[in-house]
């Protein structure tokens, strides 16, 4: 698994 | 936040809005299939977990809310209201979602960013999204119900996708090292369904004049 994107999205 | 996210947000919005609007002004949810409003309910639950510990604005807060509390509404319309639910096209409606939310779990549990509750949640929402709209798809096919108030509902979920898609070149393209290519292929694929869904309708459309594209 690669670096985990930020959430920011809905 | 750029313009094609907060454009896409606000389709998206726009789309469930119109949607609860024809089912409460017509009394009808002809048309309209439930299992896909179920699967957005799934999608919506297991992805904005992080609404319990993780704060990114009152935007992002409220939205989220406003997609978990919309999508149940939906649900509690087809299946409880004493009229709407009547018009609910239960013998056409019958996708099996197992099949779409079996897969969708496994994938989530051999390809995420994370192997992590919430983070295999929150990419089996993403997988799930993909395919939600199939059952939809599947019973506008066999019911030839394509009126106005249903395809302004398909056209906007399209136009959701298509600016999500601008959204995300946008970023890539003036955000370093932004990169999510879990969203990006899922998101890709769900465009595609949608381009299925476009087709079919500019079909229907020519054969009978009686139904309309969305303006």
Redesign the interface.
Known sequence: ?????P???? | MNIFRFAGDMTHLCSIVVLLLKIEATKSCAGVSLRTQELYAVVFVSRYLDLFFTFISVYNTVMKVFFITSSFCIIWYMRHHRIVSQTYDREQDTFRVAFLVVPCIFLALLVNHEFSMVEVLWTFSIYLESVAILPQLILLQRTFNVDTLTSNYVFLLGAYRALYILNWLYRYFTEPGYSQWIVWSSGTLQTAIYCDFFYYYVVSWRKNERLSLPS
Not at chain 1, 7 to 10: F, G, T, V
Request: no cysteine; proline share 22%.
């Open positions: 698994p690669d670096q985990t994107p959430k920011d999205e809905l």
